[in-house]
């Protein structure tokens, strides 16, 4: 049995994305998944065939124990037909467990392959994914959509199975009476019809549920994530009651679901108990007139006992692929969402030696082993430049490294050596080491190093268990000033050739901040570092500092030089400091 097993599990675990022809439908969807674990669906549907067709051995074998041994007293023959009787019964349990255990591999398989292709094609989208489509939905396509995608995948065995047994068995009616096998022909397509128009409104009714579910889970994680703010503001119980009505208005759209559903499960089961005393009811008859034995009429019901498995899987198989057709179509829709992608031609290297890093549209330029600060009266105006420096979004094209175009680098290699530390930057949940280390190996010591060059040091200390302390999703049980600490910890390990910093000490001390900036000047000696940043003192700190007006370089020069030359830099960090000291 073991070997069995072993056999059974040796599948190769390989995972490359699904092509666009792949995303085109929901069905196509299906049958990449199908694709992608050709031999288990191979193996699912034998077994699942072997199951559902040895389920009809037994009333052959039963109807030769009534004939050949009750009827005709024979004791060898009724003893000999029984414990054959007992071994097809232990064969198909012994099936029935390999079938199981395999297509319930089949459906992890495709909910593990549809995960993954969604967090591959997330992480390619990065920064644009939340202009195209909100966290709740993600959230809902990643946990519910998922499911029921997998679960329409069973159809894979025994709804191949169903179909075999179903053949078999009206083949076998056949040779015992030609008016039963026409029945039986005829009355399981009409039982699987009389399901069509409640899937129908399945498919309709599951689309809006699913959209509004979409929509109200995005409301909760929007609401968790703000909820410091709400009970500041006192805002939690107005949100809470909104929630609350909305839940209300799904639980009412699921009932609309429900019901459809509902009714599909009990024609699963009640439809064929029907037709099985249908049939019974006209083998008895048959036998009456003498045209069948007692024996035949025993299989009879066997075999149309048996039907009701093939039928019931017919009727749940359809209604799992009609709501895999609306969950496979929210996946495929965020699947198909675009992404800034490489050019086709060959990719350019970026030098190793460094070079300047040119915007042209602002006509920022960048000098390399520098710490420069970006600074401007509109704060978004400095973010834009570190957008297109960092090739956020449709990857603009003239912005240069070294004279090479950034648009014409290769994502992986751009991604290693220019990294963006953004206070909105997601932290995930994990240990301090995990989320330091990013997805580089850990290396305490560099950590330690990183943390030290962040001033994260302390906050860390605090913690129980040090860097095997976990940290909540998002940070929330960290204060704002540990968590863009814990960011720039993170963007400092990494140790990329450009490091871009939007307002990187935004949410600290003045003596924090100064200690902060040190540490980086030094730790990032000979290394470009840009920063976006108001603060007099990081400017005063910076080997270089670019005044932006209107998105274009006003001046370029020192904090002294620009204090002594620019009335309007002087302006700026004279109104910086007039709000730090309000504060």
């Known amino acids: 049995m073991a070997a069995v097993r072993e056999w059974l599990d040796r599948t190769p675990e390989t995972w490359s994305p699904p092509a666009p022809a792949d995303l085109t439908s929901p069905y196509r969807f299906l049958f990449w998944l199908t694709r992608s674990q050709a031999r288990r669906i191979a193996v699912g549907a034998a077994l699942g065939t072997l199951w559902t067709v040895g389920l009809a051995v037994p009333p052959w074998v039963l109807s030769r124990v009534v004939d050949q041994g009750l009827v005709a007293r024979d004791t060898e023959a009724l003893v000999g037909w029984s414990m054959i009787l007992l071994a097809v019964a232990v064969l198909n349990a012994l099936l029935g467990i390999a079938r199981h255990r395999t297509m319930t591999k089949v459906r992890m398989d495709a909910s593990f392959r549809s995960v993954r292709a969604t967090v591959w094609h997330t992480s390619r989208l990065g920064a644009s994914l939340a202009r195209h489509v909100s966290a709740g939905e993600v959230v809902t396509v990643g946990i519910a959509d998922v499911y029921v995608v997998a679960q329409a995948l069973t159809v894979t065995g025994p709804g191949v199975g169903a179909v075999v047994a179903y053949a078999v068995v009206a083949v076998v009616l056949f040779t015992i009476s030609p008016l039963l096998a026409v029945v039986v022909l005829a009355g399981v397509p009409l039982l699987a019809v009389a399901v069509g128009p409640l899937l129908h409104r399945i498919e309709r009714t599951g689309g809006e549920y699913r959209s509004h579910q979409g ?274 910890a993170r963007a400092v390990y990494a140790r990329p050739d450009v490091l871009l910093a939007v307002e990187p000490t935004s949410a600290v001390d003045a003596n924090t901040e100064a200690a902060m900036i040190d540490r980086l000047r030094h730790a990032r000696q000979d290394r470009t570092t840009v920063i976006t940043t108001s603060s007099p003192l990081v400017l005063d700190r910076a080997d270089e500092v670019v005044v932006l007006v209107d998105g274009k370089v006003s001046s370029v020069g020192t904090h002294t030089e620009l204090l002594r030359t620019d009335l309007c830099y002087r302006d700026l960090v004279s109104r910086a400091q007039n709000g730090a000291a309000d504060e």
């Open 215 to 488: 929509r109200l889970t995005t409301r909760l994680v929007d609401a968790l994530a703000g909820l410091r703010v709400l009970n500041g503001l006192g805002g939690k119980t107005f949100v809470a009651e909104r929630y609350q009505e909305q839940s209300q208005r799904l639980v009412r759209r699921g009932y609309r679901v429900a019901g459809p559903l509902s009714w599909v499960g009990a024609l699963s089961t009640g439809l064929p108990a029907l037709f099985l005393a249908t049939v019974v009811w006209l083998s008895a008859r048959l036998a009456a007139t003498g045209a069948i034995t007692i024996g035949d009429v025993v299989a009879v019901y066997g075999y149309v006992a048996v039907l009701v498995v093939p039928v019931g899987f017919f009727i749940e198989g359809s209604s799992d692929i009609t709501r895999a057709r609306v969950a496979g179509q929210r996946i495929i829709d965020l699947l198909n969402l675009p992404v800034a992608h490489d050019n086709d031609r060959t990719p350019e290297a970026i030098p190793a030696e460094p070079g300047p890093l040119v915007d042209p549209d602002s006509g920022v330029v960048i000098r390399p082993g520098l710490l420069t600060a970006l600074v401007a009266a509109r704060p978004a105006e400095t973010r834009a430049v570190i957008e297109r420096l960092g090739q956020i979004g449709m990857r603009p094209p003239g912005t240069t490294w070294a004279g090479v175009r950034l648009a014409d680098v290769a994502r992986e290699e751009l991604r290693h050596r220019l990294v963006l530390a953004d206070n909105d930057a997601e932290v995930f949940a994990g240990t301090v080491r995990d989320i330091v280390s990013g997805r580089l190996e850990p290396d305490d010591d560099c950590i330690r190093t990183a943390l030290h060059t962040a001033v994260a040091e302390d906050a860390v200390e605090a913690l129980p268990g040090g860097l095997d302390a976990e940290i909540a999703a998002g940070g929330s049980d960290l204060s704002g000033g540990q968590r863009q600490r814990i960011r720039l």
